[in-house]
T-cell receptor
C-alpha cells in the first residue's frame, strides 16, 4: 500500500523550517527518506526502523511514531540546496524488499 | 562515488525498437532492483533480482521486459518492443550487503533517460 505524503508542495524562504509527513493506514516495517533533484537520481537521506525513533542527516531530521504509521521529515533553517522532491518509501513485507514510494513533496527554497 | 553506474545516460529510440539498459554494481551486493519514473511522477518498482533470479516483478513488468545478469557483473534491463509510454527515467538500485532486504538502504544509480519517439 502506497504511503501518503503531505503537503504536495512547499515554498520556503532560506532559513525557514518545514515539515513533510508520510502516513500509512497500517504499520510500516521501516521508512526510507530520499531527496531527488530535477533530472537526477533519488539520494538516500535516512532510514527509520523502530517506533519512536529519530534520525538526523546534517540539519534534516526525521521521526517515526510509536505505532509506526507515520514518519515526519523536519527541515530546519532551510538552505537553497534543500530544494528538490522528497520521497518516503517503505519496503514491501512480502519479498525482495521493493520500496513503495509516496507521491513526493516538492520543496522549493528561495533566497 | 556512485554505488552503481548505468549506461547509457540517455537513449533515444523509435517505437517498436528494442533497447537494453545496463547497470554495473561497484561491488558485490545481494539485491538489485529496477525502478521507473515517468517525468513528474513518483518512482515505481519494476523488478527485483536476488541471487541471479527474479524475486518479484510488478504489473508494469510485462512480457516486453526482461532482466539478465549475463556475465555475473553487468545487470541489464531489456525492453523488446518499446512503446511511447515507456519513455521515463530508469533507475537501477542495489542493497543487501547484509542480506536484510527490508532494512538495508537502497542506493540508486544515476539513471538512464529513455525517450521513445
Amino acid at each position: 500500500q502506497q504511503p501518503v505524503q503531505s503537503p504536495q508542495a512547499v515554498i520556503l524562504r532560506e532559513g525557514e523550517d518545514a515539515v513533510i509527513n508520510c502516513s500509512s493506514s497500517k504499520a510500516l516495517y521501516s521508512v526510507h527518506w530520499y531527496r531527488q533533484k530535477h533530472g537526477e537520481a533519488p539520494v538516500f537521506l535516512m532510514i527509520l526502523l523502530k517506533g519512536g525513533e529519530q534520525m538526523r542527516h546534517e540539519k534534516i531530521s526525521a521521526s517515526f511514531n510509536e505505532k509506526k504509521q507515520q514518519s515526519s521529515l523536519y527541515l530546519t533553517a532551510s538552505q537553497l540546496s534543500y530544494s528538490g522532491t522528497y520521497f518516503c518509501g517503505t519496503p514491501d513485507y512480502n519479498q525482495g524488499g521493493k520500496l513503495i514510494f509516496g507521491q513526493g513533496t516538492e520543496l522549493s527554497v528561495k533566497p | 562515488e556512485p554505488e552503481v553506474t548505468q549506461t547509457p545516460s540517455h537513449q533515444v529510440t523509435q517505437m517498436g525498437q528494442e533497447v537494453i539498459l545496463r547497470c554495473v554494481p561497484i561491488s558485490n551486493h545481494l539485491y538489485f532492483y529496477w525502478y521507473r519514473q515517468i517525468l513528474g511522477q513518483k518512482v515505481e518498482f519494476l523488478v527485483s533480482f536476488y541471487n541471479n533470479e527474479i524475486s518479484e516483478k510488478s504489473e508494469i513488468f510485462d512480457d516486453q521486459f526482461s532482466v539478465e545478469r549475463p556475465d555475473g557483473s553487468n545487470f541489464t534491463l531489456k525492453i523488446r518492443s518499446t512503446k511511447l509510454e515507456d519513455s521515463a527515467m530508469y533507475f537501477c538500485a542495489r542493497s543487501g550487503t547484509s542480506g536484510g532486504a527490508l532494512t538495508d538502504t537502497q542506493y540508486f544509480g544515476p539513471g538512464t533517460r529513455l525517450t521513445v519517439l
